[in-house]
């Protein structure tokens, strides 16, 4: 197996422009997870997917984030308009059984908002 | 609300040089405790998941435990190749999947 993929590896852009960032979980995983790390604050929860189903998406921190799972084998987060706070590294992670197995984490997507 | 906290933030040490990480935890309901060590430039890679007290983990020089309160992540004999940040992270009844992170300690071995 690939593992969980992620595209792209970088982005940088300019402030107020939209970023898809994008996400290929392990096969048969049935959970999807997107998170963010930044040096201040860790690693952070933004939305959760169960069966294709978003579950939790309490930390999303706003309306300019937003995220979507149209079947099993992709999912995508978007930032529209984009802002300079945004810049971190976002990672896909996808597991089975809801995350209780623990997850398996793609490469991350690091990117700048210029 | 469920919190993690890792200590120390970061860890030197010279190779063969023991010691033992910290994760402090508060968590209604505890399902799961994991281990997660993270290269600069890559995704966090599991380690180890601990469900119960006095349940114990080991991989190579890695050893993991867990009290009620606590976990550790012993390393023995540490190489070069072991440093890293290593994130403890713990799933909770209430919250539904959802792994909950410490800061990590990031562990430096020198040759």
């Known amino acids: 197996d690939a593992g969980v993929i992620q595209s792209p590896r970088h982005e940088v852009t300019e402030m107020g422009q939209e970023v898809t960032l994008r996400c290929k979980p392990i096969?048969?995983?049935?959970?999807l997870f997107w998170y963010r790390q930044t040096m201040m604050r860790g690693l952070e929860l933004l939305i959760y997917?169960?069966?294709?189903?978003?579950?939790?998406d309490s930390g999303m921190p706003e309306d300019r984030f937003s995220a979507k799972m149209p079947n099993a084998s992709f999912s995508t987060l978007k930032i529209q308009p984009s802002e300079p706070r945004d810049s971190a590294v976002y990672f896909c992670?996808?597991?089975?059984?809801?995350?209780?197995?623990?997850?398996?984490f793609g490469s991350g997507t690091r990117l700048t908002v210029v | 609300e469920d919190q993690v906290t890792q200590s120390p933030e970061a860890l030197r040490l010279q190779e063969g040089e023991s010691s033992s990480l910290n994760c402090s935890y508060t968590?209604?309901?505890?399902?799961?405790l994991f281990w997660y060590r993270q290269d600069p430039g890559k995704g966090p890679e599991f380690l180890f998941t601990?469900?119960?007290a006095g349940e114990e983990k080991e991989k190579e020089r890695l050893k993991a435990t867990l009290t009620k309160k606590e976990s550790f992540l012993h390393i023995t004999a540490p190489k070069p190749e072991d440093s890293a940040t290593y994130l403890c992270?713990?799933?909770?009844?209430?919250?539904?999947?959802?792994?909950?992170f410490g800061q990590g300690t990031t562990l430096q071995v020198k040759p």
């Open positions: 992670a996808s597991s089975l059984g809801g995350g209780t197995y623990g997850y398996t």
């Open positions: 096969s048969g995983h049935n959970s």
């Open positions: 997917f169960n069966n294709n189903v978003p579950i939790d």
């Open positions: 968590v209604s309901g505890l399902r799961g």
């Open positions: 601990l469900y119960s």
């Open positions: 992270a713990v799933i909770g009844s209430s919250n539904t999947g959802k792994l909950i």
